[in-house]
C-alpha cells in the first residue's frame, strides 16, 4: 500500500462543487478561454462577441436538463454566460459559489444577445470533453477540458486572428490523468488496508464532506426542490407506508441532497469522482449510520474513506462519465462503509459489494436532472439492504450473473459493462433526449 499515493487520491477525488458538474465544467472551460482572450487584448473585462462550444455527448447529456446554481435556469446557455461574465478558473468546480442576482441577470441579458452556439462531437476524443472556443475585436482564445472536469489539456493557447486560427485544431486524444499511474487503485484491498491503518486526522476533511451534503439535505426540507422526495420522505406525511426509522431518514436526506442541487439552489456539497451527487450517495448515508449507532469518531472516518475510495475504486476503470447511473458505484461505497460499521470486516465488504453488483447493476445514465434523487434513494436503499445482508454472511454467489468469487473481477465485470457493453445504449440515450428539443 502507498499511503501517500492513496491520500492524495482522496484529496484530488473528493472537493466541494457548486452546481451539477457537467454544466459547472463547461462554465468554467468558457471562464478559462475567456481570461486568455482578456490577457491577450489588455482588457481584464471584456466580453466575447462569440462563443463556440464543442462537447462530448456525455457532458451534453448532463448538462441537457438540470438546474443552474441561484438561475431559476436549466442547461448549458445560462451555464456559458454565467461563466463568461463572473467565471474564475482558479475556483474549478466552486467556480459558481458568487452567484448572486445582479451576476444572474446580466448573464441572462449576454446570453440572448450573443445566443452561444452549442455543438455535440460524437467523434470527441474523450467521454469528458470540453472545447470553448470565443472571439472578440477580431481575437479568439480557446480552452479544452478533456478526462476529468477540471483538467485543462492545453499547456498554453496564444489568441490569434480569428481569420487565420482553427476552432478545433487542439484536440488532444489522451489525458494526462489517463497516462499516470499516479491515481490508480490495484485492489479492494488495497482500499481497505489503508482505510484502516491510515491516521484518522489525516481524512478528517472527510467528515467535513459529509456535514456540508448533510446541510444540502437539510435546505432541502425548507423548500421546494425537484420531485420533493427528500422532503417528502422527512415530512412524517407517509410514515404509514415507510416508518419513521433510520432507513427512512438516510433515503430522505440522501434524495434531499439530490433534490436541492439537480434544481440549481446554491448548495456547495462534497463531490467525488467529479459528481456532486456520487459524493452526496456515498457520504451521507454512512455518516447518519454512525450517529444513530454513537458510532466514534474514528469508526466514522474509516467508514468514510472505505465508502469514498470504494467509489474513487470503482470508477477509474468505469470511467468518469458512462451509461451506466453513478448512484450504482456510489452507493456501493456507502454498502461497504455501513458494512463496516456493521461490525464487518474484509469478507463482509466484500459481500455487500457483491449483493450491490447482483441488484441494481443495469440502472441507466439519461442525463442530470430532478429525477437523480429517485435513482439515488434506489441505490442507497440497496446499500443499506445489502450490508444487511452481508453481515449475515448471505450473499450472491459466483454462479450468479456477472458475480464471481474474486471481488476486483466482479467490479471489473461491472464496469466493462458499463465502460464498453453500453456503449449503444449511450448512443440511443442521447439520441432520445435529444429528439425532444
Known amino acids: 500500500m502507498n499511503k501517500n499515493k492513496l491520500l492524495n487520491l482522496l484529496h484530488h477525488e473528493v472537493i466541494p462543487a457548486t452546481g451539477c458538474t457537467e454544466p459547472v465544467a463547461v462554465s468554467l472551460c468558457v471562464a478559462k ?6 490577457q491577450t487584448i489588455g482588457d481584464s473585462h471584456a466580453l466575447p462577441d462569440s462563443i463556440h462550444v464543442d462537447l462530448s455527448r456525455n457532458i451534453y447529456k448532463n448538462a441537457f436538463a438540470v438546474g ?52 455535440v462531437d460524437n467523434n470527441a476524443p474523450d467521454v469528458l470533453y470540453i472545447h470553448a472556443v470565443v472571439v472578440a475585436q477580431g481575437m479568439t482564445a480557446s480552452a479544452t477540458i478533456q478526462g476529468e472536469h477540471t483538467h485543462f489539456v492545453e499547456d498554453t493557447d496564444e489568441a490569434t486572428t480569428a481569420e487565420t486560427k ?46 456540508m451534503n448533510m446541510a444540502a439535505a437539510e435546505r432541502s426540507f425548507m423548500g421546494s426542490y425537484g420531485h420533493g422526495l427528500g422532503r417528502m420522505l422527512h415530512s412524517g406525511k ?20 439530490c433534490d436541492a442541487r439537480m434544481s440549481g439552489a446554491m448548495v456547495t456539497v462534497m463531490s467525488n469522482s467529479g459528481s456532486g451527487n456520487q459524493g452526496i450517495s456515498c457520504s451521507v448515508p ?24 470504494t467509489e474513487i475504486y470503482i470508477k477509474q476503470s468505469l470511467g468518469r462519465l458512462s451509461a451506466l447511473c453513478g448512484c450504482v458505484v456510489a452507493s456501493t461505497g456507502s454498502a461497504v462503509g455501513i458494512t463496516y460499521l456493521m461490525g464487518g470486516g474484509y469478507d463482509e465488504l466484500t459481500y455487500a459489494i457483491k449483493n450491490m453488483i447482483a441488484n441494481i447493476s443495469g440502472m441507466i445514465c439519461d442525463g442530470a436532472k430532478p429525477g437523480c434523487s429517485l435513482k439515488v434513494t434506489s441505490g442507497v436503499a440497496t446499500a443499506v439492504l445489502s450490508a444487511s445482508l452481508a453481515i449475515q454472511h448471505s450473499y450472491a ?11 476486483d473481477r466482479t467490479i471489473h465485470n461491472l464496469t466493462q459493462i458499463g465502460h464498453q457493453g453500453m456503449q449503444e445504449t449511450d448512443d440511443l440515450i442521447v439520441q432520445i433526449m435529444a429528439n425532444k428539443q
Open 33 to 38: 478561454a475567456c481570461e486568455r482572450l482578456r
Open 68 to 119: 443552474i446554481p441561484g438561475t431559476g435556469m436549466t442547461g448549458l446557455p445560462i451555464a456559458i454566460a454565467l461563466g463568461a461574465v463572473i467565471g474564475r478558473s482558479e475556483l474549478k468546480l466552486d467556480l459558481l459559489r458568487d452567484t448572486n442576482a445582479e451576476a444572474v441577470e446580466q448573464a441572462k441579458a449576454y446570453m440572448l444577445r450573443i445566443l452561444p452556439h452549442i455543438h
Open 166 to 211: 482553427s476552432a478545433y485544431g487542439q484536440q488532444q486524444t489522451q489525458t494526462e490523468y489517463m497516462e499516470q499511474d499516479l491515481y490508480s487503485i490495484s485492489s479492494l484491498n488495497e482500499v481497505y488496508d489503508f482505510a484502516m491503518n491510515i491516521e484518522a486526522d489525516e481524512v478528517r476533511f472527510l467528515m467535513d464532506g459529509a456535514k
Open 238 to 257: 407517509m410514515d404509514t407506508v415507510f416508518g419513521n426509522t433510520l432507513f427512512t431518514k438516510i433515503l430522505a436526506y440522501t434524495s434531499g441532497a
Open 286 to 309: 454512512v455518516y447518519l449510520y454512525a450517529l444513530e449507532h454513537n458510532c466514534d469518531e474514528e469508526q466514522v472516518l474509516r467508514a468514510l474513506t472505505l465508502s469514498n475510495l
Open 397 to 407: 454467489q459466483a454462479d450468479e450473473g456477472i458475480v464471481e468469487e474474486d471481488i
